[in-house]
């Protein structure tokens, strides 16, 4: 069945970075943008960038431009959303998310999501 | 940026009542409008794309509607697996991509 499966909880000290993985399975990966998607403790949903996973190209929230970098590996079908400089606003979890249409169309339209994976930033 | 309000933030309601939620976009947004349920410890999951769109495997007691500005989502008759919160999130154009609303909590009276 269509899944993604994301990489497991990470505990980070302030101003360290963080890799989070999200592998797709069960469809073909390089057909559907991939968003991710973060929910810090007690607040809301805040989108954080969308990669085209086979060409690469990536669109960031401005809130994040220079301290997110996503990436793609299309052999092993797994997206890659790496946050740098990281700081204690950062504690979330963090999903990724398949867009809902065919490339090159962009619904922002999240239908299948990654189970989430926890970051804590502590010192 | 396009800010994205919703009412109420919480509600109460009794099993098999009718429930509505507003959305409201700081400027047009056309229908670029989606819903989604989340539940503790889960995976959000979306209901309605394209403002009234239901997406697959979706129960038809769930709604939208509205363009514009203006929207709505609707549960005809609220179940005990109801029970979640709920957000609106729209679509802009890049750079400024998706923005989510603040979200409804929807709890069993």
């Known amino acids: 069945q269509v899944q993604l499966v994301q990489s497991g909880a990470e505990v980070k000290k302030p101003g360290a970075s963080v890799k989070v993985s999200c592998k797709a399975s069960?469809?073909?990966?390089?057909?559907?943008?991939m968003h991710w998607v973060r929910q810090a403790p007690g607040q809301g949903l805040e989108w954080m960038g969308i990669?085209?996973?086979?060409?690469?190209?990536?669109s960031y929230a401005q809130k994040l431009q220079g301290r997110v970098t996503m990436t793609t590996d299309t052999s092993t079908s797994t997206v890659y959303m790496e946050l740098s400089s990281l700081r204690s606003e950062d504690t979330a979890v963090y999903y990724c998310?398949?867009?809902?249409?065919?490339?090159?169309?962009?619904?922002?339209?999240?239908?299948?999501w990654g189970q989430g994976t926890m970051v804590t930033v502590s010192s | 940026d396009i800010q994205m309000t919703q009412s109420p933030s919480s509600l109460s309601a009794s099993v098999g009542d009718r429930v509505t939620i507003t959305c409201q976009a700081s400027q047009d947004i056309s229908n670029y409008l989606n819903w989604y349920q989340l539940k503790p410890g889960k995976a959000p999951k979306l209901l309605i794309y394209g403002a009234s769109n239901l997406e697959a495997g979706v129960p038809s007691r769930f709604s939208g509607g509205g363009s514009g500005t203006d929207f709505s989502f609707t549960i005809s008759s609220l179940q005990p697996e109801d029970i979640a919160t709920y957000y609106c999130q729209q679509y802009d154009t890049l750079p400024r991509g998706a923005t989510f609303g603040p979200g409804t909590k929807v709890d069993i009276k």
């Open positions: 998310a398949r867009d809902l249409f065919l490339i090159p169309a962009a619904s922002y339209a999240f239908d299948i």
């Open positions: 069960g469809y073909t990966f390089t057909n559907y943008y």
């Open positions: 990669i085209n996973p086979s060409a690469g190209s990536t």
